[in-house]
């Protein structure tokens, strides 16, 4: 009698652990898609505050602190906050975002809404080694993959050639123009640790070297799923994206385009 109340003792805390678990998950759930939701609804009205280029009323011309016009349609993002540099779009999925660029902390809109406070979703953002304006540069974004389909998750379709066929173009526009790339490789790869002969594909951004340029494609075009057919040449600026990917530990998928 004594074993058979014990082992009710047992299973009733068993299930009080289990309906712990199970409110927690739940409540965790329910607070990842509110936050998504509102993150999406932050960046509706900055999508907003872009198509508003006609309604500029307050000022006839913005300039940068380098002494830039910035474009129309930009000038109340760039009044609203002075860190955006762009705006990047991938046209029939979820990607069309600003993107940042805080030279002094490189990562300080990885979990940063446009008002600047906290925000698990973040905003793409230009690596603080990149010059938007180099053209023999290489310009690595970064952007969370979130299971919301926010952010940078629908890079992740690039890994399938019957999307890439239909989605050749990304639009990444500057505050002083816009602009369109061509894809040239899309591939898996990963943050190595420790010494490997692996090519890491981040230890090329910014302006490159002819040499270093010609490494960095002929290792893209290798490592890519499929072949685009597209080869960049020395001169050309590149744009990479990057966001996570859980094929393996500290993995990351890469769409690399060139300026067209």
């Known amino acids: 009698m004594e074993?058979?109340?014990?082992?009710?003792?047992?299973?009733?805390?068993?299930?009080?652990?289990?309906?712990?678990?199970?409110?927690?998950?739940?409540?965790?759930?329910?607070?990842?898609?509110?936050?998504?939701?509102?993150?999406?609804?932050?960046?509706?009205?900055?999508?907003?505050?872009?198509?508003?280029?006609?309604?500029?009323t307050e000022a006839a011309e913005i300039q940068t602190n380098e002494g830039k016009t910035v474009q129309k349609k930009y000038r109340k993002l760039y009044k609203k906050n002075g860190d955006i540099i762009g705006w990047i779009t991938v046209k029939g999925t979820k990607i069309d975002y600003p993107v940042m660029q805080t030279p002094e902390d490189n990562e300080y809109?990885?979990?940063?809404?446009?008002?600047?406070?906290?925000?698990v979703n973040g905003l793409p953002f230009l690596d603080a080694q990149c010059n938007a304006e180099d053209e023999e540069s290489n310009l690595m974004v970064y952007g969370h993959h979130m299971k919301s389909g926010l952010m940078f998750k629908h890079l992740m379709d690039f890994a399938e050639y019957d999307f890439y066929k239909t989605h050749k173009k990304v639009y990444l526009d500057t505050l002083f123009e816009d602009r369109e790339y061509e894809v040239v490789a899309a591939f898996y790869s990963q943050v190595y640790k420790g010494k490997t002969d692996a090519?890491?594909?981040?230890?090329?951004?910014?302006?490159?070297?002819?040499?270093?340029?010609?490494?960095?494609?002929?290792?893209?075009?290798?490592?890519?799923?499929?072949?685009?057919?597209?080869?960049?040449?020395?001169?050309?600026?590149?744009?990479?994206?990057v966001t996570c990917a859980y094929h393996t530990e500290d993995g990351r998928f890469v769409v690399v385009a060139r300026k067209v």
């Not at 678990?21 to 509706?44: C, D």
């Open 109 to 119: 809109y990885l979990h940063r809404n446009y008002q600047k406070e906290y925000d």
């Open 199 to 241: 090519f890491k594909y981040y230890e090329y951004i910014g302006s490159l070297s002819k040499e270093r340029f010609d490494t960095y494609v002929e290792n893209v075009k290798k490592l890519s799923v499929y072949d685009t057919g597209v080869t960049p040449e020395y001169g050309e600026q590149l744009l990479t994206m």
């Open 3 to 56: 074993k058979k109340g014990k082992n009710n003792w047992l299973l009733n805390c068993m299930m009080v652990v289990c309906v712990i678990v199970f409110l927690g998950s739940g409540l965790y759930l329910v607070r990842y898609y509110k936050s998504a939701q509102n993150s999406e609804e932050a960046i509706g009205e900055l999508v907003d505050l872009k198509s508003e280029d006609g309604d500029m």
